[in-house]
């Protein structure tokens, strides 16, 4: 049902806990399930992600999700880091169940709302980002799965 690495991020999740101080947090949560996840960035200067760390209280594929995308975030642009979508991270994965599908999108929103906290901070604008949303539960109708 999961695949290898799934289980490897589960069973041993990468960059697990806080960045005091970060740059940017995000916390978006699914109300139909009830998981949350949290995402800090440290973004330098010149707008690299050096660090990311999650906290994540949610299922299996939710924290190998969120251990992925940290994963696949550090060292990228902020432009190449929205870019990241569930998809890419479903992709590094090797795939997720159909019905664990939205437990990857709440990673591609953690790391959105990370970047609109650290714009927010910073006072500047990212091309392409949308005002992040708390409960992604609520858009479920808009996308299609
Ligand atoms: Fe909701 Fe996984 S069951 S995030």
């Given at each position: 049902m999961y695949s290898e690495k799934v289980m490897d991020h589960f069973n041993?999740?990468?960059?697990?806990g806080e960045i005091e101080d970060a740059s940017g947090v995000g916390t978006v949560g699914n109300a139909k399930c009830g998981d949350i996840m949290r995402i800090y960035l440290d973004i330098d200067d010149n707008g690299i992600i050096k660090e990311a760390k999650f906290k994540t209280f949610g299922c299996g594929a939710a924290v190998a999700t969120s251990s992925m995308a940290t994963e696949l975030v550090k060292g990228k642009t902020i432009q190449e880091a929205l870019e990241i979508t569930n998809k890419a991270v479903m992709e590094a994965l090797d795939g997720l169940p159909p019905v664990k599908v939205h437990c990857s999108l709440l990673a591609e929103e953690a790391i959105h709302a990370a970047l609109w906290d650290y714009a927010q901070k910073n006072n500047i604008e990212i091309e392409g980002l949308e005002p992040p949303v708390s409960d992604i539960s609520e858009h479920e109708e808009e996308e299609n799965y």
């Open positions: 041993n999740p990468r960059n697990v």
